[in-house]
Every structure is written in C-alpha cells, then in structure tokens.
C-alpha cells in the first residue's frame, strides 16, 4: 500500500527537463506548470479508472496501449515527439484526450485552467501534452508487469480510488461525471493535485 501512486511516479518522471520543456511551450513559469501538471495528472489517470471500469472500456485502452503506444520510448522520446509536433496516433494528443475524457474536455480544461491561472486554451494545451506520455508510461508499466486488460482495468480503479482516499475523491467524481452536472469549484481541483504532491515548493 507504500507503494506510491502512478501519478506521483510519473509526476516525479516529470520533474527537471520534461518540467521546462513544457513551460517553454505553454510559456509558463515552472512553477505554475508545475502546479498545472500535478492537477492534470490525477484527472487523466482518474478518466483512465473510470473508463477501464467496464471491461470492454478496459479491452479498448489495452488494445490501444499495444497498438500505439508499446514503440517503448521512454518518457524523454515520447515528450520531444510530442513538442515536435510528429503526427502519429502515438503523439497525437488531442485524439488521445478525444478518447480518454470524451464529451468532457472543455469542462476538465476549464477547471484546470481557473484553478491554476492558465486559462481554458492554455489548459487543454497542456492536457493534450500530457494525454500521449500518460499513454506511453501505462504501456510501458503494463509491459513491465506482465498485465492484460483486466490487469490493466484492475491497476487504474486502484490507482482511482486511492487519489481519491488521499486528495478528497469529490473533485474527482464532479469532473467526471458523465452527465456534466457535478458542481466543480476550480480551487479543489488545485487542492486534489496538491494533496497528492504534497503542497507547493
């Protein structure tokens, strides 16, 4: 149960250069990016746990993990590939976050970016930049760890509920709803990713 959390492994993945080269292409400050980050995370992971609750939801995701995401790139290649602008289903960040948060996009981008002063634009920005390398670290782990789908469907409810046990679940929940009639206030999504990463620096 020490284990840490996915989001906080590839938060701290993300720390240093991966940092600053998304701050230069949102042309944020560090800090603010950072903060950015560790809110985004744990609501593209959490969208990952309640599609893949389903097993045909999980079937997809794997199959799409397989499909164009096990080139093996570590988590430097899949970033430059990324900002580089490559047009494949691997980089394709907007398609990815298409399929992993559906109809709720601008609602997850609008809490994002008042929460942390981006703004709507430049949330969903930063979203798509991360929709690939989350993409990219879940194929690898369940490479490493032998899993199938039900593997897979199984280790993001997990990694759903205990954000959830941690950072207070009901911002998470709000976000998600499939319905969009969860009351969010922005400040809590902020609250969820600090809770996880334990306060600003």
């Given amino acids: 149960m020490n284990q840490p959390l996915l989001t906080q492994e ?20 560090p800090g ?40 093996g790139l570590d988590l430097g290649g899949v970033l ?9 289903r691997q980089t394709d960040g907007a398609g990815i976050l298409g399929h992993i948060l559906g109809g709720g996009q601008p609602r997850a981008a ?28 879940l194929a690898n782990r369940s490479k490493s760890q032998g899993l199938d789908a039900g593997g897979l469907g199984q280790l993001l409810g997990q990694e759903r509920e205990q954000v959830r046990q941690q950072a207070g679940g009901g911002v998470l929940d709000a976000l998600l709803d499939r319905d969009g009639d969860g ?19």
Avoid: C, E, K
């Avoid at 590839?10 to 400050?29: N, V």
């Avoid at 809490?111 to 670290?137: D, E, H, K, N, R």
């Fill in 10 to 29: 590839l938060f701290s993945q993300l720390q240093g250069a991966p940092l600053q080269q998304l701050s230069s292409q949102l042309g944020t400050d």
């Fill in 32 to 71: 603010q990016t950072r903060d950015a980050v560790a809110a985004a995370l744990p609501l593209l992971l959490g969208a990952l746990g309640r599609n893949s609750a389903q097993p045909q939801g999980a079937q997809a995701l794997f199959g799409a993990l397989q499909r164009d995401h096990g080139g």
């Fill in 80 to 88: 430059g590939a990324v900002l580089g602008g490559g047009g494949s």
């Fill in 110 to 137: 609008q809490a994002l970016g008042q929460s942390t002063g981006l703004g709507s634009g430049q949330a969903m920005q930063l979203l798509a930049l991360l929709a690939p390398i989350v993409m990219s670290f």
């Fill in 183 to 201: 009351d969010v206030d922005a400040g809590d999504l902020l609250n969820l990713g600090m809770g996880l990463f334990g306060g600003r620096r």
